[in-house]
């Protein structure tokens, strides 16, 4: 994984929200005041750890995520840049983003933000219906989240998105329709999921009382089919799975992730992947303060990937992609050997779903849909 000529990439885990909200899964962490002043010098320690045994790099992303960063004191998110900066060095262009909800307590902030350094938005919009967000169960309305938008447009150089579909009752005619709605504002990032219902959720409870019915197989192909061709008629390449950009303006911290390259991770909950380890901070608050103040960094276990695992998450990352994954690379990260079963492999090509050109492997256009099904089959 460590390439010392790659840049890295930083997230940074701020994990509080003011109040319960559906937004995370972090709602024990809800405060009603927050020691600013300490909170900004562990997150400082917690990344002087990091530089520490990252010497020598330089940052091509940072972001801000987490319950509710888009709450982070702007001085605390400038005092984030500026140690960032002076331990590794900025690369031309940095990318630095903020993860927000499109309330309009948070959109207040923005300017505020943008003023810090923050050059670029990812902003949870999730429907254009209000039925929807309610199912959902978001905390704003359309209305709010579409003002939320139009004041990070004004703050924030860049500006991205996202939207979920096949939802409960959405026929391609409606996704059509918001989905042209939502190209027309103008942003030059997409994403868009498809709702899956994930064990343990609320969804899964109200499937299995049979009150929920999403999409059937053949409704989701045809939705995720005209999402496609909708984007990329727009200018806005399917350059990842889910992920839609104008040319230049992808995601540099998540190809970071999907490229399989270093990045560090600090505060409460962060992971993180350096030099063959995969990283994990304590989660809990009040245990990340305290490791913190035991041995000057909040991690709770960092442990040594095995080869067969590297190259696995490498495969597995590399092929949500368009452009897909070097095998030589994934080769060298598996002790020689990439985990693909070769009978498989010629037989996707062969049916058209994935591309083999010297090391570069690919899955078509054809095979996106079933990705999921292709990577189960391939992975070795």
Not at 159 to 170: C, E, N
Not at 317 to 345: H, K, N, S, Y
Request: glycine share 10%; hydrophobic share 45%; charged share 25%.
């Amino acid at each position: 994984m460590t390439d010392p000529s790659a840049p890295l990439a930083l997230y940074v885990h701020w994990p509080f929200c003011v109040s319960k909200c559906p937004y995370c899964d972090f709602n024990s962490h809800v405060r009603e005041s927050v020691d600013q002043a300490r909170w900004r010098d562990a997150l400082l320690a917690d990344l002087a750890h990091e530089a520490a045994v990252l010497p020598g790099r330089r940052l091509g992303s940072i972001f801000f995520g987490g319950g509710t960063p888009s709450l982070m004191p702007p001085a605390t998110v400038a005092a984030i840049l500026d140690a960032a900066e002076r331990a590794w060095g900025f690369e031309d262009g940095l990318e630095i983003t903020l993860e927000a909800n499109p309330s309009s307590v948070e959109a207040e902030r923005f300017a505020d933000i943008a003023a810090a350094g923050v050059n670029r938005v990812s902003l949870g919009l999730q429907a254009l219906d209000d039925e929807a967000l309610r199912f959902l169960g978001r905390a704003h309305g359309v209305d709010e989240g579409l003002a939320a938008l139009a004041t990070a447009q004004a703050a924030f150089r860049r500006v991205s998105f996202d939207l979920i579909y096949a939802r409960p009752g959405q026929s391609v005619d409606t996704w059509e329709a918001e989905l042209r709605r939502a190209i027309g504002f103008g942003t030059e990032h997409l994403s868009l999921y498809q709702l899956t219902i994930e064990p343990g959720t609320r969804f899964a409870t109200l499937a299995a009382r049979g009150q929920l019915t999403i999409p059937d197989a053949d409704l989701g192909a045809d939705l995720f089919e005209t999402t496609r061709a909708i984007t990329a008629a727009a200018g806005l390449r399917a350059y990842e799975i889910s992920n839609h950009a104008r040319p230049g303006a992808e995601s540099r911290h998540n190809l970071t992730y999907w490229r399989y390259r270093d990045y560090a991770g600090i505060g409460p909950g962060a992971h993180g992947r350096r030099g063959g380890l995969a990283t994990l901070r304590h989660k809990k608050p009040e245990n990340w303060l305290a490791a913190l103040d035991r041995n000057g960094h909040g991690m709770e276990r960092e442990d040594v990937l095995a080869p067969y695992d590297r190259a696995t998450e490498a495969l597995l990352m590399g092929l949500r992609i368009a452009e897909g994954v070097d095998l030589d690379r994934v080769a060298e990260l598996g002790g020689g050997t990439a985990p693909v079963d070769g009978a498989a492999l010629d037989r996707l090509v062969r049916l058209g779903l994935a591309e083999h050109d010297g090391s570069r492997l690919r899955i078509t256009e054809t095979g996106m849909p079933v990705l999921e099904a292709i990577l189960r089959e391939l992975v070795a």
